[in-house]
Protein backbone atom coordinates (compact mmCIF):
# COMPACT_ATOMS: atom_id res chain seq x y z
CA UNK A 1 0.00 0.00 0.00
CA UNK A 2 1.20 3.53 -0.67
CA UNK A 3 0.01 6.40 1.52
CA UNK A 4 0.14 10.32 0.76
CA UNK A 5 1.79 11.49 3.96
CA UNK A 6 3.78 9.63 7.23
CA UNK A 7 0.15 10.30 9.34
CA UNK A 8 -1.92 8.33 6.84
CA UNK A 9 0.48 5.48 6.95
CA UNK A 10 0.82 5.65 11.16
CA UNK A 11 -3.07 5.56 11.25
CA UNK A 12 -3.50 2.64 8.87
CA UNK A 13 -1.00 0.34 10.76
CA UNK A 14 -2.42 1.82 14.68
CA UNK A 15 -6.04 0.40 12.95
CA UNK A 16 -4.45 -2.77 11.72
CA UNK A 17 -2.58 -3.44 15.06
CA UNK A 18 -6.36 -2.26 16.39
CA UNK A 19 -7.76 -5.72 14.54
CA UNK A 20 -4.75 -7.86 15.40
CA UNK A 21 -5.32 -7.46 19.06
CA UNK A 22 -9.07 -7.69 18.91
CA UNK A 23 -8.60 -11.10 16.76
CA UNK A 24 -6.30 -12.58 19.62
CA UNK A 25 -8.90 -11.65 22.60
CA UNK A 26 -11.69 -12.82 20.76
CA UNK A 27 -10.12 -15.94 19.99
CA UNK A 28 -8.37 -15.99 23.76
CA UNK A 29 -12.10 -15.81 25.02
CA UNK A 30 -13.65 -18.81 22.65
CA UNK A 31 -10.95 -21.17 24.59
CA UNK A 32 -11.88 -20.17 27.69
CA UNK A 33 -15.91 -19.74 27.38
CA UNK A 34 -17.98 -20.33 30.32
CA UNK A 35 -19.99 -22.28 31.36
CA UNK A 36 -18.26 -25.16 29.42
CA UNK A 37 -18.73 -28.35 31.07
CA UNK A 38 -18.24 -32.01 29.97
CA UNK A 39 -22.39 -32.54 28.86
CA UNK A 40 -21.67 -29.66 26.41
CA UNK A 41 -18.48 -30.95 25.18
CA UNK A 42 -20.08 -34.53 24.33
CA UNK A 43 -23.64 -33.03 22.98
CA UNK A 44 -21.93 -31.44 20.40
CA UNK A 45 -19.71 -34.14 19.66
CA UNK A 46 -23.09 -35.96 19.74
CA UNK A 47 -24.79 -33.19 17.04
CA UNK A 48 -21.73 -33.03 15.23
CA UNK A 49 -21.79 -36.92 14.55
CA UNK A 50 -25.33 -37.39 13.72
CA UNK A 51 -25.10 -34.61 11.21
CA UNK A 52 -21.92 -35.68 9.96
CA UNK A 53 -23.56 -39.24 8.93
CA UNK A 54 -26.76 -37.64 8.03
CA UNK A 55 -25.19 -35.34 5.02
CA UNK A 56 -22.76 -37.83 3.77
CA UNK A 57 -23.95 -41.94 4.41
CA UNK A 58 -25.82 -41.68 1.42
CA UNK A 59 -23.91 -38.50 -0.99
CA UNK A 60 -22.38 -41.24 -3.35
CA UNK A 61 -24.30 -44.83 -4.10
CA UNK A 62 -23.46 -47.84 -6.24
CA UNK A 63 -25.11 -48.23 -9.65
CA UNK A 64 -28.17 -50.58 -7.51
CA UNK A 65 -28.61 -47.49 -5.68
CA UNK A 66 -27.27 -48.44 -2.07
CA UNK A 67 -24.63 -47.21 0.03
CA UNK A 68 -20.61 -47.01 -1.26
CA UNK A 69 -19.21 -49.90 0.06
CA UNK A 70 -16.11 -47.76 1.26
CA UNK A 71 -17.82 -44.97 2.87
CA UNK A 72 -20.21 -47.81 4.88
CA UNK A 73 -16.71 -49.62 5.88
CA UNK A 74 -15.54 -46.16 7.09
CA UNK A 75 -18.84 -45.73 9.50
CA UNK A 76 -18.35 -49.34 10.91
CA UNK A 77 -15.01 -48.99 12.01
CA UNK A 78 -15.81 -45.83 13.36
CA UNK A 79 -18.85 -47.14 15.62
CA UNK A 80 -16.65 -49.66 16.70
CA UNK A 81 -14.05 -46.65 17.54
CA UNK A 82 -17.29 -45.29 19.44
CA UNK A 83 -18.09 -48.26 21.15
CA UNK A 84 -15.17 -49.04 22.59
CA UNK A 85 -13.21 -45.50 23.37
CA UNK A 86 -15.75 -43.64 24.57
CA UNK A 87 -16.92 -42.93 28.52
CA UNK A 88 -19.49 -46.27 29.31
CA UNK A 89 -21.69 -43.44 31.03
CA UNK A 90 -22.24 -41.64 27.25
CA UNK A 91 -26.30 -42.74 26.79
CA UNK A 92 -25.01 -41.68 22.81
CA UNK A 93 -22.92 -45.14 23.28
CA UNK A 94 -24.59 -47.15 24.94
CA UNK A 95 -28.13 -46.58 22.40
CA UNK A 96 -27.56 -44.94 19.50
CA UNK A 97 -24.33 -46.40 18.42
CA UNK A 98 -25.55 -49.81 19.62
CA UNK A 99 -28.35 -49.10 17.38
CA UNK A 100 -26.51 -47.73 13.97
CA UNK A 101 -23.90 -51.04 14.55
CA UNK A 102 -27.19 -53.67 14.29
CA UNK A 103 -29.15 -51.15 11.44
CA UNK A 104 -25.60 -51.44 9.17
CA UNK A 105 -24.81 -55.07 10.07
CA UNK A 106 -28.47 -56.00 9.07
CA UNK A 107 -28.62 -53.55 6.14
CA UNK A 108 -31.51 -51.88 7.95
CA UNK A 109 -30.67 -48.38 6.75
CA UNK A 110 -31.42 -48.20 3.00
CA UNK A 111 -32.10 -44.43 2.68
CA UNK A 112 -31.36 -40.87 3.62
CA UNK A 113 -34.93 -41.25 5.62
CA UNK A 114 -34.91 -44.39 7.05
CA UNK A 115 -30.91 -42.87 9.02
CA UNK A 116 -32.97 -39.83 10.01
CA UNK A 117 -35.48 -41.73 11.40
CA UNK A 118 -33.06 -43.75 13.59
CA UNK A 119 -31.40 -40.23 15.06
CA UNK A 120 -34.78 -38.68 15.38
CA UNK A 121 -35.92 -41.69 17.24
CA UNK A 122 -33.28 -41.38 19.00
CA UNK A 123 -33.61 -38.03 20.38
CA UNK A 124 -37.40 -38.44 21.04
CA UNK A 125 -37.08 -40.92 23.42
CA UNK A 126 -34.28 -38.62 25.15
CA UNK A 127 -36.59 -36.39 25.48
CA UNK A 128 -39.68 -38.62 26.17
CA UNK A 129 -38.00 -38.97 29.38
CA UNK A 130 -38.23 -35.24 30.34
CA UNK A 131 -35.05 -35.02 31.02
CA UNK A 132 -33.08 -31.62 31.89
CA UNK A 133 -29.68 -32.81 30.45
CA UNK A 134 -29.55 -32.65 27.03
CA UNK A 135 -29.32 -35.34 24.20
CA UNK A 136 -25.57 -37.15 23.93
CA UNK A 137 -25.04 -36.10 27.98
CA UNK A 138 -21.88 -38.10 29.11
CA UNK A 139 -22.21 -36.91 33.08
CA UNK A 140 -25.73 -37.88 34.60
CA UNK A 141 -24.38 -36.22 37.77
CA UNK A 142 -24.05 -32.49 36.41
CA UNK A 143 -27.79 -32.00 37.29
CA UNK A 144 -29.81 -28.81 37.53
CA UNK A 145 -30.57 -27.49 41.02
CA UNK A 146 -34.47 -27.28 42.11
CA UNK A 147 -34.30 -23.42 41.07
CA UNK A 148 -32.91 -24.49 37.79
CA UNK A 149 -35.66 -27.29 37.16
CA UNK A 150 -38.42 -24.07 38.17
CA UNK A 151 -36.75 -21.23 36.43
CA UNK A 152 -34.84 -22.45 33.88
CA UNK A 153 -35.55 -24.08 30.03
CA UNK A 154 -38.87 -25.20 29.30
CA UNK A 155 -39.51 -28.93 28.05
CA UNK A 156 -40.00 -27.28 24.60
CA UNK A 157 -36.55 -24.94 24.88
CA UNK A 158 -34.92 -27.90 25.74
CA UNK A 159 -35.96 -30.27 22.91
CA UNK A 160 -35.05 -27.44 20.28
CA UNK A 161 -31.55 -27.31 22.43
CA UNK A 162 -31.14 -31.12 21.82
CA UNK A 163 -30.26 -30.51 18.09
CA UNK A 164 -28.49 -27.24 18.28
CA UNK A 165 -25.04 -26.90 19.14
CA UNK A 166 -23.81 -24.92 22.40
CA UNK A 167 -23.10 -21.66 22.29
CA UNK A 168 -19.35 -22.99 23.67
CA UNK A 169 -18.77 -24.28 20.36
CA UNK A 170 -20.77 -21.56 17.84
CA UNK A 171 -20.09 -17.90 19.58
CA UNK A 172 -23.23 -16.90 18.11
CA UNK A 173 -21.86 -18.43 14.55
CA UNK A 174 -24.13 -21.47 13.83
CA UNK A 175 -22.04 -22.72 11.35
CA UNK A 176 -18.58 -23.15 13.69
CA UNK A 177 -20.55 -25.99 15.41
CA UNK A 178 -19.91 -28.83 12.95
CA UNK A 179 -15.88 -28.53 12.99
CA UNK A 180 -16.30 -27.66 16.61
CA UNK A 181 -18.29 -31.04 17.63
CA UNK A 182 -16.28 -33.30 15.62
CA UNK A 183 -12.72 -32.25 16.86
CA UNK A 184 -13.93 -32.70 20.52
CA UNK A 185 -15.06 -35.98 19.14
CA UNK A 186 -11.70 -36.53 17.82
CA UNK A 187 -10.29 -35.45 21.03
CA UNK A 188 -12.90 -37.88 23.51
CA UNK A 189 -11.71 -40.80 21.14
CA UNK A 190 -8.23 -40.27 21.20
CA UNK A 191 -8.26 -39.34 25.33
CA UNK A 192 -10.28 -42.60 25.24
CA UNK A 193 -8.34 -45.33 23.24
CA UNK A 194 -5.06 -44.14 25.65
CA UNK A 195 -7.07 -45.74 28.62
CA UNK A 196 -5.67 -49.49 29.04
CA UNK A 197 -8.75 -50.69 30.61
CA UNK A 198 -10.85 -49.50 26.85
CA UNK A 199 -8.12 -50.81 24.78
CA UNK A 200 -8.22 -54.44 26.67
CA UNK A 201 -12.54 -53.79 26.41
CA UNK A 202 -11.95 -53.06 22.46
CA UNK A 203 -9.21 -55.74 22.49
CA UNK A 204 -11.77 -58.66 23.54
CA UNK A 205 -14.53 -57.23 21.41
CA UNK A 206 -12.36 -57.99 18.44
CA UNK A 207 -11.10 -54.56 17.50
CA UNK A 208 -7.79 -52.86 16.51
CA UNK A 209 -7.07 -50.75 19.62
CA UNK A 210 -3.65 -49.61 18.28
CA UNK A 211 -2.53 -46.00 18.17
CA UNK A 212 -1.98 -46.17 14.01
CA UNK A 213 -5.49 -48.08 13.52
CA UNK A 214 -7.09 -45.19 15.68
CA UNK A 215 -5.43 -42.50 13.51
CA UNK A 216 -6.79 -44.48 10.70
CA UNK A 217 -10.23 -45.02 11.76
CA UNK A 218 -10.06 -40.70 12.34
CA UNK A 219 -8.54 -40.39 8.92
CA UNK A 220 -11.27 -42.27 7.10
CA UNK A 221 -13.91 -41.06 8.52
CA UNK A 222 -12.54 -37.36 7.44
CA UNK A 223 -12.21 -38.39 4.40
CA UNK A 224 -16.58 -39.75 4.17
CA UNK A 225 -18.08 -37.89 6.08
CA UNK A 226 -16.41 -34.42 6.87
CA UNK A 227 -19.05 -31.70 4.70
CA UNK A 228 -16.47 -29.42 5.02
CA UNK A 229 -14.62 -29.81 1.64
CA UNK A 230 -11.52 -27.23 2.59
CA UNK A 231 -11.11 -29.23 5.69
CA UNK A 232 -11.27 -32.22 4.60
CA UNK A 233 -8.54 -31.90 2.04
CA UNK A 234 -6.43 -30.16 4.70
CA UNK A 235 -5.96 -33.20 6.79
CA UNK A 236 -6.20 -35.77 4.36
CA UNK A 237 -2.98 -34.07 2.83
CA UNK A 238 -1.21 -33.61 6.27
CA UNK A 239 -2.39 -37.03 7.11
CA UNK A 240 -1.31 -38.74 3.91
CA UNK A 241 2.51 -37.22 4.15
CA UNK A 242 3.00 -38.38 7.32
CA UNK A 243 2.06 -34.84 8.78
CA UNK A 244 3.43 -34.14 12.36
CA UNK A 245 5.23 -37.29 11.97
CA UNK A 246 2.77 -39.63 12.64
CA UNK A 247 3.65 -42.36 10.50
CA UNK A 248 6.83 -42.53 13.29
CA UNK A 249 4.83 -42.10 16.34
CA UNK A 250 1.86 -43.85 16.38
CA UNK A 251 2.52 -47.71 16.60
CA UNK A 252 0.63 -50.49 14.52
CA UNK A 253 1.43 -52.45 18.04
CA UNK A 254 -0.99 -52.02 21.59
CA UNK A 255 0.16 -50.21 24.06
CA UNK A 256 -1.53 -51.45 26.84
CA UNK A 257 0.92 -51.58 29.90
CA UNK A 258 3.28 -49.41 28.69
CA UNK A 259 5.22 -47.28 30.71
CA UNK A 260 6.72 -44.91 28.25
CA UNK A 261 4.28 -42.57 27.81
CA UNK A 262 3.42 -43.93 23.95
CA UNK A 263 0.06 -44.78 25.36
CA UNK A 264 -0.10 -40.85 25.12
CA UNK A 265 1.35 -40.25 21.90
CA UNK A 266 -2.14 -40.28 19.77
CA UNK A 267 -3.93 -37.69 21.66
CA UNK A 268 -0.82 -34.99 22.07
CA UNK A 269 -0.53 -35.93 18.23
CA UNK A 270 -3.69 -35.26 17.56
CA UNK A 271 -3.59 -31.63 19.81
CA UNK A 272 -1.24 -30.78 17.61
CA UNK A 273 -2.39 -31.15 14.31
CA UNK A 274 -5.44 -29.07 15.80
CA UNK A 275 -3.33 -26.32 17.40
CA UNK A 276 -2.07 -26.45 13.70
CA UNK A 277 -5.41 -26.14 12.16
CA UNK A 278 -6.13 -23.05 14.80
CA UNK A 279 -3.05 -21.17 13.62
CA UNK A 280 -3.41 -21.75 10.02
CA UNK A 281 -6.84 -20.74 10.07
CA UNK A 282 -5.60 -17.15 12.00
CA UNK A 283 -3.19 -16.17 9.35
CA UNK A 284 -5.52 -16.98 6.53
CA UNK A 285 -8.02 -14.35 8.30
CA UNK A 286 -5.12 -12.19 9.36
CA UNK A 287 -4.60 -12.01 5.35
CA UNK A 288 -8.01 -11.52 4.35
CA UNK A 289 -7.75 -8.13 6.14
CA UNK A 290 -4.30 -7.54 4.08
CA UNK A 291 -1.98 -7.73 7.10
CA UNK A 292 0.13 -10.44 8.82
CA UNK A 293 -0.83 -12.46 11.88
CA UNK A 294 0.86 -10.81 14.55
CA UNK A 295 2.86 -13.41 17.29
CA UNK A 296 0.15 -12.40 19.84
CA UNK A 297 -2.88 -14.00 17.81
CA UNK A 298 -0.42 -16.87 17.03
CA UNK A 299 0.08 -17.61 20.65
CA UNK A 300 -4.21 -16.89 21.37
CA UNK A 301 -4.97 -19.39 18.89
CA UNK A 302 -3.11 -22.29 21.14
CA UNK A 303 -4.99 -24.93 22.77
CA UNK A 304 -5.02 -24.35 26.40
CA UNK A 305 -4.42 -20.62 26.34
CA UNK A 306 -1.82 -19.82 29.22
CA UNK A 307 -4.44 -18.80 31.71
CA UNK A 308 -6.23 -21.78 31.26
CA UNK A 309 -3.17 -24.60 31.96
CA UNK A 310 0.22 -22.39 33.23
CA UNK A 311 1.67 -25.20 33.44
CA UNK A 312 1.10 -26.35 30.16
CA UNK A 313 4.48 -24.74 29.17
CA UNK A 314 8.08 -25.54 30.04
CA UNK A 315 9.21 -21.62 30.01
CA UNK A 316 8.36 -18.48 30.56
CA UNK A 317 8.49 -17.16 26.92
CA UNK A 318 5.95 -19.63 26.16
CA UNK A 319 8.77 -21.37 23.19
CA UNK A 320 7.67 -25.35 24.77
CA UNK A 321 5.01 -27.14 25.64
CA UNK A 322 5.05 -29.90 28.27
CA UNK A 323 3.37 -32.94 26.68
CA UNK A 324 2.84 -34.67 30.13
CA UNK A 325 1.24 -31.70 31.83
CA UNK A 326 -0.92 -31.09 28.34
CA UNK A 327 -2.21 -35.02 28.44
CA UNK A 328 -3.24 -34.11 31.65
CA UNK A 329 -5.15 -30.96 31.22
CA UNK A 330 -6.64 -32.66 27.69
CA UNK A 331 -7.92 -35.73 29.85
CA UNK A 332 -9.59 -33.43 32.68
CA UNK A 333 -11.18 -31.47 29.73
CA UNK A 334 -12.79 -34.68 27.34
CA UNK A 335 -13.01 -37.16 29.88
CA UNK A 336 -15.82 -36.88 32.73
CA UNK A 337 -15.64 -38.10 35.84
CA UNK A 338 -15.05 -41.05 36.73
CA UNK A 339 -17.93 -42.78 36.44
CA UNK A 340 -18.74 -46.67 37.57
CA UNK A 341 -18.58 -48.75 34.23
CA UNK A 342 -21.43 -50.82 32.78
CA UNK A 343 -21.73 -54.38 33.87
CA UNK A 344 -21.38 -55.13 30.15
CA UNK A 345 -18.51 -53.46 29.93
CA UNK A 346 -16.53 -55.06 33.13
CA UNK A 347 -17.52 -58.20 31.82
CA UNK A 348 -15.66 -57.99 28.76
CA UNK A 349 -12.71 -56.28 30.77
CA UNK A 350 -12.96 -59.60 32.91
CA UNK A 351 -12.58 -62.10 30.30
CA UNK A 352 -16.12 -63.16 30.78
CA UNK A 353 -17.53 -62.09 26.64
CA UNK A 354 -19.94 -65.24 26.79
CA UNK A 355 -22.61 -63.11 28.87
CA UNK A 356 -21.73 -60.21 26.30
CA UNK A 357 -25.32 -60.12 24.31
CA UNK A 358 -27.53 -60.91 27.49
CA UNK A 359 -26.01 -58.00 29.19
CA UNK A 360 -26.11 -55.56 26.26
CA UNK A 361 -29.06 -55.70 26.08
CA UNK A 362 -30.10 -55.03 29.76
CA UNK A 363 -26.94 -52.86 29.83
CA UNK A 364 -29.20 -50.62 26.60
CA UNK A 365 -32.12 -50.38 28.74
CA UNK A 366 -30.38 -49.60 32.22
CA UNK A 367 -28.30 -46.98 30.62
CA UNK A 368 -31.81 -45.52 28.41
CA UNK A 369 -33.65 -45.39 31.57
CA UNK A 370 -34.87 -42.12 31.72
CA UNK A 371 -33.65 -39.75 34.75
CA UNK A 372 -36.21 -38.41 37.11
CA UNK A 373 -38.96 -36.71 34.78
CA UNK A 374 -39.69 -33.56 35.06
CA UNK A 375 -43.17 -34.18 37.05
CA UNK A 376 -40.82 -35.56 39.70
CA UNK A 377 -38.57 -33.57 39.76
CA UNK A 378 -41.23 -30.49 40.02
CA UNK A 379 -42.68 -32.11 42.66
CA UNK A 380 -39.91 -31.80 44.48
CA UNK A 381 -39.15 -28.40 43.72
CA UNK A 382 -43.34 -27.79 44.54
CA UNK A 383 -42.09 -28.90 48.05
CA UNK A 384 -38.90 -26.95 48.00
CA UNK A 385 -40.53 -24.10 47.00
CA UNK A 386 -43.72 -24.29 49.70
CA UNK A 387 -41.11 -24.47 52.26
CA UNK A 388 -39.41 -21.36 51.22
CA UNK A 389 -42.85 -19.68 50.94
CA UNK A 390 -43.44 -20.97 54.48
CA UNK A 391 -39.99 -19.30 55.83
CA UNK A 392 -40.46 -16.25 54.23
CA UNK A 393 -44.36 -15.81 55.35
CA UNK A 394 -42.77 -16.56 59.16
CA UNK A 395 -40.05 -14.71 58.66
CA UNK A 396 -42.59 -11.42 57.68
CA UNK A 397 -44.94 -12.11 60.32
CA UNK A 398 -41.81 -12.57 62.73
CA UNK A 399 -40.93 -8.72 61.52
CA UNK A 400 -44.32 -7.71 61.70
CA UNK A 401 -44.93 -8.81 65.22
CA UNK A 402 -41.36 -7.49 66.59
CA UNK A 403 -42.11 -4.19 64.68
CA UNK A 404 -45.76 -3.94 66.67
CA UNK A 405 -44.27 -4.48 70.03
CA UNK A 406 -41.72 -1.41 69.05
CA UNK A 407 -44.69 0.47 68.55
CA UNK A 408 -46.10 -0.70 71.61
CA UNK A 409 -43.17 -0.20 73.61
CA UNK A 410 -43.00 3.19 72.46
CA UNK A 411 -46.33 4.37 72.82
CA UNK A 412 -45.68 3.31 76.54
CA UNK A 413 -42.78 4.92 77.12
CA UNK A 414 -44.21 8.25 75.53
CA UNK A 415 -47.44 7.85 77.63
CA UNK A 416 -44.94 7.28 80.81
CA UNK A 417 -43.48 10.62 79.94
CA UNK A 418 -46.44 13.24 78.77
CA UNK A 419 -47.60 11.79 82.66
CA UNK A 420 -44.44 12.69 84.53
CA UNK A 421 -44.25 15.98 82.31
CA UNK A 422 -47.74 17.25 83.26
CA UNK A 423 -47.18 16.51 87.07
CA UNK A 424 -44.15 18.10 87.17
CA UNK A 425 -45.47 21.33 85.88
Known sequence: LEFETEKERLAYEKKQAKKAKQAAQKKASWHQYTPHTHNDR???????????????????????????????NALVDFLNLMEWATPPSWNLRTGFVKELQWSLDSDAISSRGALESVID???????????????GYADPNLRTSWAGGLLGPSEEQLAKDDKKWSNSCTHLEPAKGFTCGLWNLFHILTIGSSKPEHQVYGFHRGYFVSPHHVAETIRNFVEYFFSCSVCRTHYLEMYDNCGHDHCTRLKSEINMGTKDGSDKELSIWLWEVHNDVNARLMKEAAQRQNRNVTHEETMASMFPTRKMCPDCWLNENMTKWDNAT??????????????????????????????????????????????????????????????????????????????????????????????????FC
Not at 121 to 135: A, E, I, M, N, T
Request: net charge positive; proline share 5%.
Open 121 to 135: SDVDKHRSGKQDLLW
Open 42 to 72: YHNAALSFAFAIKTQLFQTLTEDGKMEPKRK
Open 326 to 423: VFKFLDEWFWPADLPPSKQFKSVISGQPGKEADIDEADIEVANEPLPSTKSRKSHAKVNLIAITCLILFSLFAVAATRKRRERRKKFVDSRFVKKKKG
